[in-house]
């Protein structure tokens, strides 16, 4: 199953410009491991779109996809797989 999610989050990024934890409420989450990055730059009906995408393997079992905006420089949450 897949949830679709929605607002900012906080990202810590490694020397390799990957997150390594993900801010959860209060508490910090490891990134077990990056598991895919992709990049979308698209003129979606006009509004311009960039965004660097990484799906990332909690050290809790939990996958998530994540994007930063490369306008804005955000992270921004978008799915979580169970």
């Known amino acids: ?6 607002g900012t989050v906080e990202v ?3 020397p390799d ?4 934890a993900i801010r ?10 990056v598991v895919n990055t992709w990049r979308v730059e698209t003129d979606w009906w ?7 995408y990484v799906r990332c393997l909690l ?6 996809d994540l994007y ?10 978008e799915r979580r797989y169970d």
């Open 68 to 77: 930063r905006d490369l306008e804005t420089g955000e992270w921004h949450r």
């Open 1 to 6: 199953m897949t949830e679709l999610l929605e």
């Open 24 to 33: 959860n409420g209060q508490v910090w989450g490891r990134v077990a491991e």
């Open 17 to 20: 410009g990957r997150p390594v």
């Open 46 to 52: 006009r509004i311009p779109v960039g965004r660097d």
């Open 59 to 64: 050290n809790d079992g939990e996958c998530v």
């Open 12 to 14: 810590r990024i490694g």
